[in-house]
């Protein structure tokens, strides 16, 4: 049994890096983690997101799940990010929770946290390197320990051989065109491995 806490922190305004989260916390939960899967802030008016169904409903099924805070930051051992593409950086959401944690990152608490991320775009060459890339840089000011899944098991090839992070492609109705949740559940169990070893070095 892992003693690895693992935050999964998600945007999404479609379904699909919800999807993503929640295959990250099974993948994560097999390997004995516990874990919680936490949404950040919405920032846009109510009024733009009821005119548009998808997003409604996206929102709608996710008013369960509890906002991500700066104390989850400190309880995670590890955390992955999920967010979809926005001009080829993570979307304004995810930024702005990131943004807001200097409070617990000028006193140490992101240090050696182990990371990892995944994204979404609408086509495969959207932007999804880029935008995990651009919070692996946040990231590294954290002092944090990025775990990438690199090319550790052959799953990464069937979707899509993103050695940076989990990422897929969505077609104009919304469904993912590559198969990835296997992907998505090694990366949750590799980064929990690493974890494990962070956790162990430091005792």
Known sequence: MSNVKLAVVFYSMGGTNYQLAKWAEEGAKE???????????????????????????????????????????????????????????????????LDTQGGIWANGKTVNKVVSAMS????????????????????????????????????????????????????QDGKMVEDVEAAVKHQAKRTVTVAEWVKKGNQ
């Open 31 to 97: 390997a004995g983690a516990e874990v919680r899967v936490l949404k950040v802030q919405e920032l846009a008016p109510q009024s733009v997101i009821e005119g548009n169904e998808v997003w409604k409903s996206t929102v709608d099924a996710t008013k369960d799940v509890a906002e991500v805070s700066s104390d989850d930051v400190e309880w995670a051992d590890a955390i992955i990010f999920s967010t979809p593409t926005r001009f080829g950086n993570m979307a304004s959401q995810m930024k702005q929770f």
């Open 120 to 171: 979404s775009a609408q086509n495969p060459h959207g932007g999804q390197e880029a935008t995990i890339l651009s919070l692996y840089t946040s990231m590294m000011h954290w002092g944090a320990i990025i775990a990438t899944p690199g090319y550790t098991d052959p799953v990464l090839f069937g979707a899509g051989g993103n050695p940076y992070g989990t990422s897929v492609s969505v077609d």
